[in-house]
């Protein structure tokens, strides 16, 4: 099942993105962006029974813009990401969706305005207690998820040449093939990943790995795609064609 992503509208309400996307005759929906609303759950009480939504990441959107990373060591971070993913569980469940998605965590705390960008230097945390604490968090929401009858995903991260030259390392987990198999053994049953290909392509071709072998390595845990497409050196959304790399390993076995 193909869902189109509101990550384009990000400057609509979602009712306003919504409502274009209804009018154009597309009926499967990831919400991932937009601008805060208040009545979240009436604004999608009246497009149920004309959509089916998926849930991803900041959604849905803060009144006050932050850095979702559950690898954070500061401890207020934190607690901003777990009610807002906590919200987004509950939420998933209110409305039976069955997925809910969202980045690994970062060694670094960044500020929104940065994600996507050139990010400036940044204290860099220790790797070995970030990836505990990261595991700890996924834990614990594949916990509550569970209850609600929800599975969660985690999306790959991306890390481009810039970003890996200013930090002199790579501070983006599960962006690497090596890492994310050992992040894998230890994720929960209801835990599994979303994988952006055009993150992998650009994070490939910095870290010198190679695609098909994420893809074959980690299929197993390979639940959902985001798929666009991008020259190798930054996450640029362009639009895909039967002549993008990725569409040959496309399998339909995934989930959507």
Same mark, same amino acid.
């Given at each position: 099942?193909?869902?189109?992503?509101?990550?384009?509208?990000?400057?609509?309400?979602?009712?306003?993105?919504?409502?274009?996307?209804?009018?154009?005759?597309?009926?499967?929906v990831?919400?991932?962006?937009?601008?805060?609303? *208040?009545?979240?759950?009436? =604004?999608?009480?009246?497009?149920?029974s004309?959509?089916?939504?998926?849930?991803?990441?900041?959604?849905?959107?803060p009144?006050? $813009?932050? =850095?979702?990373?559950?690898?954070?060591?500061?401890?207020?971070?934190?607690?901003?990401?777990?009610?807002?993913?906590?919200?987004?569980?509950?939420?998933?469940?209110?409305?039976?969706? *069955?997925y809910?998605?969202?980045?690994?965590?970062? #060694?670094?705390? *960044?500020? *929104? +305005?940065?994600?996507?960008? +050139?990010? $400036?230097?940044?204290?860099?945390n220790?790797? +070995?207690?970030? =990836?505990?604490?990261?595991l700890?968090?996924?834990?614990?929401?594949?916990?509550?998820?569970?209850?609600?009858?929800?599975?969660?995903?985690?999306?790959?991260?991306?890390?481009?040449?810039v970003?890996f030259?200013?930090? +002199?390392?790579?501070?983006?987990?599960?962006? $690497?093939?090596?890492?994310?198999?050992?992040?894998?053994?230890?994720?929960? $049953?209801?835990?599994?990943?979303?994988?952006?290909?055009?993150? #992998?392509?650009?994070?490939?071709?910095?870290?010198?790995?190679?695609?098909?072998?994420?893809?074959?390595?980690?299929?197993?845990?390979?639940?959902?795609?985001?798929?666009? &497409?991008? &020259?190798? #050196?930054?996450?640029?959304?362009?639009?895909?064609?039967?002549?993008?790399?990725?569409?040959?390993?496309?399998?339909?076995?995934?989930?959507?």
């Amino acid at each position: 099942m193909i869902f189109i992503s509101t990550g384009s509208y990000k400057n609509l309400s979602i009712e306003e993105s919504l409502n274009f996307l209804y009018e154009n005759d597309i009926k499967n929906v990831e919400l991932s962006s937009g601008q805060h609303d *208040p009545e979240i759950e009436n =604004t999608l009480r009246k497009y149920k029974s004309k959509l089916n939504f998926m849930f991803h990441n900041y959604f849905p959107p803060p009144k006050i $813009s932050f =850095t979702l990373n559950l690898a954070t060591l500061d401890d207020e971070i934190f607690k901003i990401c777990k009610n807002h993913i906590l919200k987004s569980i509950q939420l998933s469940s209110l409305f039976k969706i *069955p997925y809910y998605s969202f980045h690994a965590g970062i #060694l670094i705390d *960044p500020d *929104p +305005k940065e994600l996507g960008k +050139k990010i $400036s230097v940044k204290k860099i945390n220790d790797k +070995k207690k970030a =990836t505990e604490v990261f595991l700890e968090r996924l834990h614990m929401f594949s916990i509550e998820a569970k209850k609600e009858g929800i599975n969660l995903l985690v999306e790959n991260n991306v890390i481009n040449k810039v970003n890996f030259n200013t930090f +002199k390392q790579n501070p983006f987990m599960m962006s $690497s093939l090596q890492e994310s198999l050992s992040l894998v053994k230890e994720f929960p $049953s209801n835990i599994n990943i979303l994988l952006d290909l055009a993150h #992998l392509k650009v994070s490939a071709n910095t870290l010198s790995f190679s695609t098909t072998d994420y893809l074959d390595k980690l299929d197993h845990k390979i639940w959902a795609y985001h798929v666009s &497409d991008n &020259d190798g #050196l930054f996450d640029t959304n362009e639009l895909i064609s039967e002549k993008s790399w990725f569409v040959k390993y496309l399998k339909k076995d995934k989930k959507y």
